[in-house]
């Protein structure tokens, strides 16, 4: 391929997404070629003298330029991503986990060694995703960041709108490799949390402490809910949000109600849908497979690529900065069998569940921190507008 310098490349780690990442490669033809693949036990149809089990045998082989880190979670990805760059390679990770924890430690690391840390494939699966959220930002200013970067909790709220049941749909989703390890990462929010962490790092320069993220997951959700969401024309997406402050930003993941004729509503199975909101831009969506070891997978060879190909973007410069949702408001449905924990909270009955008018998304949280300690079967969804939001905002229609 023109301008491609070869990669030698170790990938660790032979899940869903490292497997993934060897099959897109093994015939080299790319330029990339895997020298090492490293897991806890032999692999069966392995080429000879590839496999091992030692982080040692790639960390100190000055034929490998660069690693895949495929093996998920903050341990020991950490510490095998941190000797990959003090040795000088390059580093390509979808880790969310590892990437919304250290990344500014991690960036530090590869500037001072000279090494590059590349992980589009950690937000969006498959969609090239934060790869633009850079792009974009050389030229324009980001307001806003939103949408569905949980391509599990997509494909179970989709199949429960069709009639399944969410522990059905939730069995599916893991068949199908798109889940997490533990499914609660996915079905509470966590996951999603990492990746709104991660994503305004990059829009906003910003390090965003991932457990700093107001968020509310699906676990809860009902048919009944289900059902009351499409009586009045909305569907219900799991989203993150996150928003340029002065001091703070704005950032939070819950369940959204949706107008079915918007862009994000019409999200089906495991995509994502994701939206910037620039200045010049106003709202730019992109939309893919979020989740699954080919459209991930792929999104990894992508990142190899640039570094082959020397493709850099201006990397963020980032500063801690708090969350602050205070002045965030929009309407919320709640639905509890606690009644008299919702007592002064003016609003519309939905089907027995609350409607309420907007409120602040701080409280809202704070609320429902409160109502689910006493009823964990209670469920909430914010009904936000975020694409009229951004219009008006950027006032570029
Ligand atoms: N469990 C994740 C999801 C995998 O469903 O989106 C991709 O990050």
Known sequence: MEGVVALNIAIIGYGVVGGGVYALLR????????????DLLPIAGLEDGLFTDNIADIISDPAIDCVVEAVGGLHPALSHVTAALRAGKHVVTSNKELISHALAP????AAMHRAQLRFSASVGGGVPWLHNLLRQKRGDTLLSVHGIVNGTTNYILDAMGNGMDLSAALK?????GYSEADASADLDGLDTKRKCAISAALAFDAIVEADSVPTLGISAVRKIDIDTFAQHGLTCKLMMYAERGDASLCAYVEPSL???DTLAAHTP???????LCGV???ALSFFGQGAGRHPTAENIVQDLLDIATHATYKDPFLKPVPVDNDMERHPYYIRTSRKELLSGIDGEDWNGALLTKPMAVTALHALAKAIREKDPDAFFAGVPGYDELCHERSGKV
């Open 172 to 176: 599916d989703a893991q068949r199908m």
């Open 269 to 275: 199975a495991h995509y994502n849908c994701i939206t």
């Open 27 to 38: 015939d080299g033809a790319l330029g990339i070629y895997v020298r090492r693949v490293m």
């Open 258 to 260: 949706l107008a079915r």
């Open 106 to 109: 991690l960036k530090e690391g």
């Open 280 to 282: 010049q831009s106003g």
